[in-house]
């Protein structure tokens, strides 16, 4: 069994309870294969990164393995705008969308879940474009300032795995979903020195573990989300937060994706 998200942007939650944490998001557009089904609850793993987590049933379409394996074949087209709409062309509904979300079957203006058509007339980036990374760095600056939410994927709160993840990703680069788990990909680099702006900085707690990512920037800045998508100085020692004038994340290691 698969399943889309047909709304703006669904909490996805540890467990199935609505007093469960929300771990990530699904936004419009992405496709999950559905593990099983409890109650008012399913066990989803996402296509786009193999995360496992549980949404409410009433909050996503089913859809058949053909059209699952199609959006996921084809080339992957996402929207490029903080926040635009899109409008069912046969019931005339429109909702909002953000950026990052999948534009499923885009061809022309129009994007399609099943025989369901949608409008969108926004600016778009396919996942299939030369990769860049002055790319990588213009994404990032779209969500500044965007508030901090744990598990969040939006400019209305993102978390600091989800912010880079969703910034690799109009990019059409795949990260996986938690910072412990991106930290495993990509390219481990030495010193601080050879870093080159959109490369990811991972930092660690008291006890080892990473905890926080961000996006390496030039002159010794970094873009990450703590409180906020903010911009504060990087070095060899980790974040230096330039509101408190100390440094708020110690540094574990860095890594080029591509």
């Given at each position: 069994?698969?399943?889309?998200?047909?709304?703006?942007?669904?909490?996805?939650?540890?467990e199935?309870?609505?007093r469960?944490?929300m771990?990530?998001?699904?936004?419009?557009?992405?496709?999950?294969?559905?593990?099983e089904?409890?109650g008012?609850?399913v066990?989803?793993?996402?296509?786009?990164?193999?995360?496992?987590?549980?949404?409410?049933?009433k909050?996503y379409?089913p859809i058949?393995q053909?059209?699952?394996?199609i959006?996921?074949?084809?080339?992957?087209?996402?929207?490029?705008?903080?926040?635009?709409v899109v409008?069912?062309?046969?019931?005339?509904?429109?909702?909002?969308i953000?950026?990052?979300?999948?534009?499923?079957?885009?061809?022309?203006?129009?994007c399609?879940i099943?025989?369901?058509?949608?409008?969108y007339?926004?600016?778009?980036?396919?996942?299939?474009?030369?990769f860049t990374?002055?790319?990588?760095?213009?994404?990032?600056?779209?969500?500044?300032?965007?508030?901090?939410?744990?598990?969040?994927?939006?400019?209305f709160?993102?978390?600091c795995?989800?912010?880079?993840?969703?910034?690799?990703k109009?990019?059409?680069?795949?990260?996986?979903?938690?910072?412990?788990?991106?930290?495993?990909?990509?390219?481990?680099?030495?010193?601080v020195?050879e870093?080159?702006?959109?490369d990811?900085?991972?930092f660690?707690?008291?006890?080892?573990?990473?905890?926080?990512?961000?996006?390496?920037?030039?002159?010794?800045?970094?873009?990450?989300?703590?409180?906020?998508?903010?911009?504060?100085?990087?070095?060899?020692h980790?974040i230096?937060?330039?509101?408190?004038?100390?440094?708020s994340?110690?540094?574990?290691?860095?890594?080029?994706?591509v």
């Open positions: 069994m698969f399943g889309i998200c047909n709304l703006s942007v669904v909490p996805c939650r540890r199935p309870s609505d469960s944490e771990v990530t998001q699904l936004l419009f557009g992405e496709t999950f294969e559905i593990i089904i409890q008012s609850w066990h989803i793993k996402i296509a786009f990164d193999d995360y496992d987590c549980w949404i409410d049933k909050q379409l058949e053909h059209t699952f394996d959006i996921n074949s084809t080339e992957a087209y996402h929207c490029n705008e903080l926040i635009q409008t069912d062309l046969k019931s005339k509904q429109l909702f909002p953000t950026i990052g979300s999948n534009l499923p079957n885009f061809d022309n203006g129009e399609a099943e025989n369901t058509v949608f409008n007339d926004g600016a778009f980036v396919n996942g299939y474009l030369p990374k002055s790319g990588i760095v213009d994404s990032a600056m779209l969500f500044l300032n965007a508030p901090y939410l744990w598990g969040g994927k939006t400019p709160g993102i978390d795995s989800g912010f880079t993840q969703t910034v690799y109009l990019n059409g680069i795949k990260l996986l979903r938690d910072a412990y788990q991106q930290a495993e990909q990509g390219e481990t680099l030495s010193f020195e870093a080159e702006a959109g990811l900085a991972f660690d707690n008291d006890e080892g573990r990473i905890v926080h990512v961000g996006i390496v920037l030039d002159n010794n800045k970094i873009i990450h989300a703590s409180g906020k998508v903010r911009i504060d100085g990087f070095d060899h980790g230096f937060n330039n509101e408190k004038r100390d440094y994340h110690k540094l574990r290691l860095l890594k080029r994706i």
